[in-house]
């Protein structure tokens, strides 16, 4: 299983940018699909963005397309979520999650993903 530590949560301000980052340890990174969830209060944990090993396509959520953007740097055993223009509903705890199931891309469900990051929090201020 893969060992995951999000980092580059906090509070900003509606408009703001920022981007969380997530370090992967544990077996061979490049080979395993990578993915994005969000858990605002209140609600369910819901998919926001996945990509596949090589990092050649992603697939978003219809909430966050066009303002985040994941990347990952397989060398470095790192997937990113780049977030732009911030809104207050974006606030949430993010989960980086990994091994995500490749035969059923895109994965969008948690049960998709074997492995799961302790989360960090976003604040997004009106």
């Not at 997530?22 to 209140?42: E, H, L």
């Amino acid at each position: 299983q893969v060992q995951l530590v999000e980092s580059g949560g906090g509070l900003v301000q509606a408009g703001d940018s920022l981007t969380l980052s997530c370090a992967a340890s544990g077996r061979t990174f490049d080979s395993i699909v990578m993915g994005w969830f969000r858990q605002g209060p209140g609600k369910d944990r819901e998919f926001v963005a996945t990509i596949t090993p090589g990092g050649f396509n992603t697939y978003y959520a219809d909430s966050v397309k066009g303002r985040f953007t994941i990347s990952r740097v397989n060398a470095k055993n790192m997937v990113y979520l780049q977030m732009n223009k911030l809104k207050p509903e974006d606030t949430a705890v993010y989960y980086c999650a990994g091994e995500g199931n490749f035969g059923g891309w895109p994965p969008r469900r948690r049960a998709d993903f074997r492995s799961w990051g302790q989360g960090t929090q976003v604040t997004v201020s009106s």
